[in-house]
Structure formats: C-alpha cells, structure tokens
C-alpha cells in the first residue's frame, strides 16, 4: 500500500511517501512502514513526523482492523451489548428470535399469577408476549440502549406498573430474595463469564418452586447462521450434561434439557417460509430447573 501527501498546493513537487508493506511470516503479518522524501517543508523534524505517524495514524489503524479488535466490536454491538441503530431495529422485533420465545412460553405456561424475570432482555419482545397471560415481569439487560428500547417496547405494561426494566448486571440483580415465580434467558447465556455467579443469583431472587427456563444454542449450531463469526467464537457453547450440572451446582432441582424441534415454532411465529428449515433440526437446548 502506498499513500503520497502533497503538503502544499503552491509546492506541487513537495511529496511525502509512506509505505505499507504486508509480508507473511509464521504466526502472521509483519507490517513495515517506510516513509519517504519528507520534503524540505518538514525541515529536520522527520524523525519526530514519522514516530507521530506511526503512532498516532498507522498503529491505531491497525489495531482498530485487526480481526480480534473488530470482532469484539462486532459481537459487542450486535449481541453482546447491542447498541446502534441496526441492533435496535432488530431486536424491536427479532423475528427469528421468536420460535425461542414461544418454547420457553410454552415451558413456562405462565398465568396471571405468575411473576416473571427475564435476564438479559435485548429489546423486550419476549417480555411483550409473556404479558399477554396477564403475568407481572422485571427484567435486566446491561445494555442501555437495550434497557430503553425494551421500555419503550412495553410502556403499556410498565403504565400499569406491570413491569420493570433495569439496566443491570446478570450477576447483581437489583431485587430482593424471593420475589419471582420464574426466570428466563434466552441467547445470553454463552456470553456470560461466570455462569455459575448469576445461576446463583436467579436462585436467590426466585421463590420456591420457581422454575428457570434456560435457553441456549447447542455446539452443533457453533459458526452457522444460527451463531455465526465473529460472535460464535466468542460464546460458550455448553453440552447438555454441562447445562445440567452447572444448573445443579446452582442449587436447582429436577435438571433436564430438552432439544424441542423449533420447526412448528418458527411457523408460529411467521419465519419467512424460505428460512424455516433452518429451525427443523433439535439444535436448540432448553434447561429447565425447579427451585426448591
Ligand atoms: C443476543 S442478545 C439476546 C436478547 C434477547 N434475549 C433476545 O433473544 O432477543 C443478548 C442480550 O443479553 C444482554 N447481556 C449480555 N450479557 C449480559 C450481562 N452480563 N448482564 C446483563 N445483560 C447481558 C445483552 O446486552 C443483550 O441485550
């Protein structure tokens, strides 16, 4: 790659050369800079030029573009703490989203007296149609704009002092022990770095008997569309056993996962006809636990 600067349009013949030269080597890329014909404008500063270029423009550049560094801004906005235009319009109505939802609603079979908390709720279409049973609902997310959209998503229901949406941490959540009949996540589970902290957490606000519906994306679906680069190498992916004795060791009883066939889900939930196969294998599981 080569740049010329022409500093001065009075000096046409003042040129500036910087070159960019990639060269495979074991274990990556070396990146050379060569500047070249700094030009009398410069005077004898060169050196002090060329270390502010290389400094300050090329190695902030580099680090911004390389494939580590942008696929934690990728994942990051799109997933892992979604923030953007793009990721709230998505997540307003997550279509593919929803054959999720409607598993862990079926699971759930909420009622009006159940009292819901959803950890990790993007922008709130699960807490949408889990209101519809005439349940009550708190849910957390550590993204604010994730936080404001779900809000705003659900301002009937938090009218009518129905719901609660906090930004907050899965691992600290802001309610005091005891206060819900049930617990769901769904797509945040393998982003989370101590799973066992905020199983244990969601034990402690549930009530007893509380069920936690749990729902993830299996290994088998690691870099399809389903859990695609760069966020599927940066989400755990668990077995069904690790489910289960994570769950355990978070002091749930009566474990099981299940792989329900998303397939009659997607359909439900009006998934383009093209894209529905995608939803026919059982490649999502769905941990169930009981407090007791
Ligand atoms: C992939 S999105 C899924 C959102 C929603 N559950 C859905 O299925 O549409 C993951 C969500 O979990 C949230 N999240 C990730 N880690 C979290 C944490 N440690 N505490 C709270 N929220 C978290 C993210 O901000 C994001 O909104």
């Known amino acids: 790659m080569l740049l010329e600067w022409r500093q001065a349009d009075w000096k046409p013949d003042e040129v500036t050369k910087m070159g960019l030269r ?3 080597v074991p274990d990556g890329t070396r990146i050379t800079i060569e500047h070249d014909e700094w030009g009398s404008l410069l005077g004898d500063r060169r050196g002090e030029l060329a270390g502010w270029f290389a400094g300050e423009v090329a190695a902030p550049l580099f680090q911004a573009m390389g494939p580590t560094r942008f696929g934690d801004w990728l ?9 953007g235009a793009q990721a709230r319009a998505g997540y307003r109505d997550p279509v593919y989203h929803r054959p999720n939802f409607k598993v862990i609603l079926k699971a759930l079979s ?7 908390l959803e950890v990790g709720c993007g922008g709130g279409a699960l807490l949408q149609e889990a209101l519809r049973s ?10 604010p704009e994730m936080v404001k959209l779900a809000q705003e998503v659900n301002h009937d229901a938090i009218r009518q002092r129905r719901l609660e949406v906090r930004e907050a941490e899965a691992d600290q959540l802001p309610f005091p022990n005891g206060k819900f009949t049930c617990a769901a996540l769904t797509n945040v589970f393998g982003f ?5 902290a905020v199983l244990v957490e969601i034990r402690r606000v549930l009530a007893k008997e509380g069920r936690l ?3 993830t994306v299996s290994p088998e679906m690691r870099g399809t569309i389903a859990a695609p680069e760069p966020m599927a190498s940066r989400i755990h992916f668990y077995k069904d056993e690790e489910l289960m004795k994570l769950t355990r060791e978070a002091g749930f009883a009566d474990v099981r996962v299940e792989r329900p066939n998303l397939e009659p889900f997607a359909r439900e939930a009006g998934v383009p006809e093209e894209h529905i196969q995608a939803f026919s294998g059982r490649d999502g599981q769905l941990t169930i636990g009981l407090k007791t």
């Open 22 to 24: 990639f060269e495979s």
């Open 75 to 83: 994942t990051d906005r799109r997933a892992r703490r979604p923030s």
């Open 110 to 116: 909420l009622t009006p007296s159940d009292f819901l």
């Open 134 to 143: 005439g349940c009550r609902a708190a849910a957390v997310d550590h993204s």
């Open 192 to 196: 989370l770095p101590d799973p066992h």
């Open 213 to 215: 519906v749990l729902f």
